[in-house]
């Protein structure tokens, strides 16, 4: 998984690369898109969810609370 946080004047703050097993790793992820959806950061409104996905491999994505 990568990820770059850019900060509100466009520029990098933060990057990361993780490697994650994939048959015990299990991921949520949720994308939303300001009013505007031009991506420039500043919120116009509340954000709009357009997506919700769940990745699950292996034993991740079996209940093992009993």
Do not use: Q
């Not at 990820?3 to 299990?26: I, K, M, Q």
């Not at 116009?44 to 209940?63: C, L, Q, Y």
Request: aromatic share 6%; no cysteine.
């Amino acid at each position: 998984m990568r990820s770059t946080s850019y900060g509100e004047n466009g520029r990098p703050v933060e990057h990361f690369v993780a490697r994650h097993r994939g048959d015990l790793s299990r991921f949520e992820v949720n994308l939303f898109r300001h009013k505007d959806g031009n991506g420039s950061g500043t919120p116009v409104g509340p954000p709009t969810m357009i997506a919700s996905v769940n990745i699950s491999g292996g034993a991740a994505g079996k209940n093992t609370d009993g």
